[in-house]
C-alpha cells in the first residue's frame, strides 16, 4: 500500500464478482483500498458486496457493503445516502455494472435491447446524478466508467447493443468530463480488451464450441498472446481515480493487450 487514494472514499457500483475469482469491480474495490480509500461496495446482490467488503476489511482496510439496483434511481440515491451517512463524503464514483446480449438487432427482442439501455448505459445517468451534487459541494472528484473495446470496433462478436451501449457510455464520460471541467470534477473511462474474467465463463462462452476454445481463441487474438486480468483494469482505475492522474479527463483508455492497435479481428 503507497496511500495514493488516503482520505479518498470510493463508491463503486458492480463491485462483486458474478462467480469465483476476480471480477473487475471486486478487484477495483480492493485495489483502491489497499491505495488507502475508504471504499463502499455496491452490488445487485448483497452477498457479492459483503464477500469484497470482507475482503478489504480482513487486509485492514475500511469498507461498507449495500445493496442496490443500478436500474432504478430511488436504489442508487439509497446507496449515495448510506455511503454518505458512513463516510461522510465521496471522491471518486465507479462505474462497473454491464451485461451482454448475444444477437444483432434482428435476432435482439425488445426487452433485450431495453435492458441493455438500463444496465449499461442507465448507470452512467443514475450514478452521476446521485453522487455529482456532492463532488460539487466538496469541491470536485473523480469518476471512472468502465466501457469496453466494443465501444470503438467491431470485436467478432454479435452483439449488437453492447457496441451501442458502450459507445454511449464513452461519450457519456466524455460529456461529464467537459461539463465539470471547471468545477474539479474529472471524469474518465477504461475500455477493456480480453479480460480473463468470471463474467465471460457466464456471458461469452456459449459462443465456442467450449471453455477451452474460447480461452484459446481470446488469448491468441491478443497481440501480447494473453487475455489481460481483472488486476489490470484495477491498476489502470487506480491511477485515473488518483491526483497522479489530476491533468487527465475525458480520457476514453484502452486496457487491451494492443487489440485496438491491431489489424486482424478476433471471432
Known amino acids: 500500500m503507497v496511500d495514493r487514494l488516503k482520505g479518498k472514499t470510493a463508491i463503486i457500483f458492480g463491485a462483486g464478482s458474478s462467480g469465483p475469482g476476480w471480477g473487475n469491480g471486486k478487484a477495483v474495490a480492493v485495489a483502491y483500498a489497499r491505495e488507502g ?14 464477500e469484497t ?20 434511481t430511488t436504489s442508487i440515491e439509497d446507496a449515495v445516502a448510506g455511503t454518505i451517512a458512513e463516510f461522510g463524503q465521496i471522491n471518486i464514483l465507479h462505474n462497473n455494472v454491464g451485461v451482454t446480449h448475444m444477437g444483432g438487432p434482428v435476432e435482439l427482442s425488445e426487452e433485450q435491447f ?20 456532492h463532488m460539487l459541494r466538496q469541491g470536485g472528484g473523480a469518476i471512472v466508467n468502465i466501457s469496453s473495446l466494443a465501444a470503438i470496433r467491431w470485436t467478432g462478436y454479435p452483439y449488437f447493443a453492447y457496441y451501442a451501449t458502450k459507445a454511449a457510455v464513452n461519450q457519456a464520460t466524455v460529456a461529464l468530463a467537459m461539463q465539470y471541467a471547471r468545477q474539479g470534477i474529472r471524469a474518465n473511462c477504461i475500455m477493456p480488451g480480453l ?15 467450449s471453455v477451452e476454445e474460447m480461452v484459446a481463441a481470446r488469448n491468441a487474438a491478443v497481440p501480447m498472446g494473453r487475455m489481460g486480468t481483472a488486476w489490470d483494469i484495477a491498476d489502470a482505475a487506480v491511477f485515473l481515480a488518483s491526483d497522479e492522474a489530476r491533468f487527465i479527463t475525458g480520457v476514453c483508455l484502452p486496457v487491451d493487450g494492443g ?5 486482424s479481428e478476433f471471432h
Open 195 to 209: 479480460i480473463d474474467t468470471p463474467l465471460i465463463y457466464k456471458q461469452i462462452s456459449a459462443q465456442y464450441a
Open 259 to 263: 487489440q485496438s492497435c491491431a489489424v
Open 114 to 133: 431495453k435492458a441493455a439501455l438500463d444496465l449499461n448505459i442507465g448507470p452512467v445517468y443514475r450514478s452521476a446524478k446521485a453522487v455529482i451534487p
Open 53 to 72: 467488503a470482507a475482503i478489504i476489511k480482513s487486509e485492514g482496510g475500511v469498507a461498507l457493503a449495500l445493496a442496490a439496483d443500478v436500474t432504478d
Open 37 to 50: 480509500a475508504q471504499v463502499a461496495c455496491i452490488d445487485l446482490v448483497h452477498d457479492a458486496a459483503e
